[in-house]
């Protein structure tokens, strides 16, 4: 166990609905970032905030995904309008400080999203 | 474009064979290294790091991974595969250019023949 929890694990959705995933990173943590994985591919950067800072945005998040972490604790991904092209597993990894510095990045189990 | 390259799609081997998955990257300057694993089913595992010092990296579960740097390489080694050793291998990269996040390769399925 990582201690970087996901949620939902799984979500089917109709295309045109919106989706929303939760992260809990590890609590110590003031890095969290998300990804993207697809079948046969790496994860792909998306973005990640430090505290409740979004620092980064990937040029993959369209104007459709919008990422949020309140608090600087738990954050979410929303995806509106879904199509079937964000079809994939969202994974969130937390992190204290940057992973260039030393530290490790965690990842979490990963929220498969099917659209239909 | 900075990327990472993992040239071997997909690897079989039989238990007891070596292994070495190739890993090549392609930022200049200061870079930290990794490889993950991923159990089927499973979320991401790091397997080892490289960030300074001996560029012969020893990690979990007897795998150890050498950089040189001058072939801009992060090759992972086990001298003797096990059958739980099937899974989904990653090499990833950090450069001090793009210090807020880590840059995956495609992966490398790795099967093992029992």
């Known amino acids: 166990d990582t201690g970087v929890s996901q949620d939902p694990r799984h979500k089917i959705t109709k295309r045109g609905q919106n989706v929303t995933f939760r992260c809990d990173p590890i609590?110590?943590?003031?890095?969290l970032y998300w990804y993207r994985q697809t079948l046969g591919q790496g994860p792909e950067f998306l973005t990640y905030?430090?505290?409740?800072?979004?620092?980064?945005k990937s040029r993959l998040l369209s104007d459709r995904f919008s990422a949020e972490r309140p608090k600087g604790s738990f954050s979410t991904l929303e995806i509106q309008r879904t199509e079937q092209g964000d079809s994939a597993m969202y994974l969130c990894?937390?992190?204290?400080?940057?992973?260039?510095?030393?530290?490790?990045?965690?990842f979490g189990e990963g929220s498969w999203l099917t659209v239909v | 474009a900075q990327s990472v390259s993992q040239h071997n799609h997909h690897v079989i081997l039989s238990e007891a064979a070596s292994l070495e998955l190739g890993c090549n990257y392609s930022?200049?300057?200061?870079?930290?290294l990794f490889w993950y694993v991923q159990y089927p089913g499973q979320h991401l595992q790091l397997l080892l790091k490289?960030?300074?010092?001996?560029?012969l990296v020893k990690g979990i579960k007897g795998f150890e991974a050498e950089f040189i740097k001058s072939k801009f390489s992060f090759n992972l080694r086990k001298p003797s595969v096990q059958w739980s050793d099937t899974a989904e291998y990653f090499c990833?990269?950090?450069?001090?250019?793009?210090?807020?996040?880590?840059?995956f390769g495609s992966g490398t399925r790795l099967s093992i023949r029992p």
């Open positions: 990894a937390s992190s204290l400080d940057g992973g260039a510095v030393g530290n490790t990045i965690y």
């Open positions: 609590s110590e943590h003031n890095r």
């Open positions: 905030f430090q505290n409740e800072a979004q620092l980064e």
């Open positions: 930022y200049g300057g200061t870079v930290n």
């Open positions: 490289y960030f300074s010092g001996d560029p």
């Open positions: 990833a990269v950090i450069s001090y250019s793009s210090a807020s996040k880590i840059i």
